[in-house]
């Protein structure tokens, strides 16, 4: 395991529910990371928090909100998604100055 | 726009031999990576090469780093049936910690 861990592993959801997603890592690092992955695509990366302040928002909608409380923790809440969000989220970590990141096993959404 | 791009799309070889993989990028970069991802999991880190680096080795993989055609190859020698995964190459440009993924390579290693 690379010290990352994501729950829940799988998740389905009605387009009108409200669930958030967890990351936690125990890796002593400092910066964050939320990725969607679809089938077909190149991985999307949707959010950044380095010391616990977003510093990148991909042009995400909304619909899906960040949260990250320290630096080790890292949530993503869900709310009226579309069928379209359907995909892999996936988290990652890293130390700030450093470019390898490691990833959580990732939660697979699907939405209704 | 993307920026890592993968080729082959799709890999499929015998156990024993090896693959072969590349990757083209558009822009400057500090360093680039691979990264080895099995069905629905998350994506493991492989290497990394720098910029001012040409060639890096680890056990059986081997990168190549062409700045100035701004490709990289992986090359996975004596392939072993549990190397079957997708493989995918990300760019790293500036120290913000921002990585840019390919689509990436699915390797089949049939036993």
């Known amino acids: 395991e690379t010290g990352v861990t994501q729950t829940p592993r799988h998740l389905v959801m009605g387009m009108t529910n409200k669930k958030s997603l967890k990351c936690e890592q125990h890796?002593?690092?400092?910066?964050m990371y939320w990725y969607k992955q679809s089938a077909k695509k190149p991985l999307e990366l949707m959010f950044v928090y380095n010391f616990k302040e977003q510093t990148e928002n991909n042009s995400v909608p909304s619909r899906f909100s960040p949260e990250c409380p320290n630096s080790s923790h890292l949530f993503l809440h869900l709310h009226t998604l579309q069928p379209e969000d359907s995909a892999l989220y996936l988290c990652a970590s890293s130390q700030t100055g450093t470019d390898t990141q490691y990833f959580g096993p990732g939660t697979r959404l699907t939405v209704l | 726009s993307q920026q890592g791009e993968e080729d082959p799309q799709a890999l499929s070889i015998q156990e024993g031999e090896n693959a072969t993989m590349n990757c083209s990028y558009k822009?400057?970069?500090?360093?680039l990576q691979w990264y080895r991802q099995n069905s629905g999991r998350g994506l493991v880190h492989l290497i990394l090469i720098r910029s001012n680096e040409r060639e890096k080795h680890s056990g059986r993989l081997r990168v190549t780093l062409d700045t100035s055609k701004k490709s990289s190859s992986l090359l996975i020698t004596a392939s072993r049936a549990a190397d079957t995964a997708s493989y995918f190459c990300?760019?790293?440009?500036?120290?913000?910690?921002?990585?840019?993924f390919g689509q990436g390579t699915t390797l089949q290693v049939k036993p």
């Open positions: 822009t400057s970069i500090n360093n």
């Open positions: 890796l002593g690092h400092n910066a």
């Open positions: 990300a760019t790293a440009g500036s120290n913000t910690g921002k990585l840019i």
